[in-house]
């Protein structure tokens, strides 16, 4: 009846075209949610968990500056193997984060998110990356995956109200990029889903999608880094 959070959520980042890192999946009705944020606005050419392709729901830039990149994967192996997420171009920073889930519908990826919802910062630059899901249902759990750059200036991050903040780095890869991923649970049709940022000059991208929950699914919410 809920989409959790299962196990332990994780993150890497690197000066790299790949970015690997390892992660543990188990329980049961789970499912895997990657995001990801590169300072240039490269697209993802693809992300595999244990050798096995996870399907994109987004992935975009913002006029260049970042980006933010959004995937799936239900029923994912029960194992402790490689998250792989891959850029096109020469190698920039790039930061990565994999948070297990719960409770998932896992008959296939379209039955396991409602319509997919992403917004870029269009290229004027403020403190509030920010956007709204507006089909999700009561109960749903939304998650979302957030880029911010400063070009060259402190910036850090701050998750939304109402929203929990399950995995991200502030001020990496020379303090002035932060990312990160954060869940807020439904209760209703219209969700908001937002970040403040330190650096009100700061480029930024977001994207969102509400997951569908299992009939009878239940779990628990572990630790977040």
């Known amino acids: 009846m809920a989409v959790t959070v299962e196990g332990t959520p994780t993150k890497a980042t690197g ?8 992660h543990t999946v ?8 990657v995001g ?3 300072v240039v606005g490269r697209n993802t050419t693809g ?3 244990n050798g096995d392709a996870l399907t994109e729901l987004w992935d975009l830039g913002d006029t260049g500056v ?8 239900v029923s994912p192996d029960q194992v402790t193997g490689n ?5 096109a171009g020469a190698a920039t920073i790039v930061a990565g984060f994999a948070v297990g889930l719960a409770g998932l519908e896992t008959s296939s990826v379209a039955n396991a ?3 997919l919802y992403t917004l870029a910062g269009g290229g004027a630059p403020d403190d509030s990356p920010s956007l709204t899901v507006v089909d999700s249902q009561n109960g749903d759990l939304v998650i979302d995956c957030a880029g911010v750059y400063a070009g060259g ?5 701050a998750v939304g109200a109402d929203q929990t903040s399950q995995v991200e780095y502030d001020a990496y890869g020379g303090s002035s990029r932060s990312a990160g991923v954060s869940t807020e649970v439904a209760s209703g049709a219209s969700t908001i889903m937002s970040w403040t940022q330190s650096n009100s000059s700061g480029y930024w991208a977001i994207g969102a999608t509400a997951l569908v929950a299992a009939a009878g699914a239940a779990g628990v919410v572990t630790s977040r880094l």
């Open 15 to 22: 000066t790299v075209t790949s970015l690997t890192w390892s």
């Open 26 to 33: 188990g329980g049961t009705g789970v499912g895997l949610f």
């Open 36 to 38: 990801g944020s590169n």
């Open 47 to 49: 992300v595999t968990f």
């Open 66 to 73: 970042t980006d933010s990149t959004g995937y799936l994967m």
């Open 83 to 87: 998250v792989v997420l891959t850029i």
């Open 113 to 115: 998110h409602r319509t």
């Open 153 to 157: 200036a402190p910036n850090d991050i």
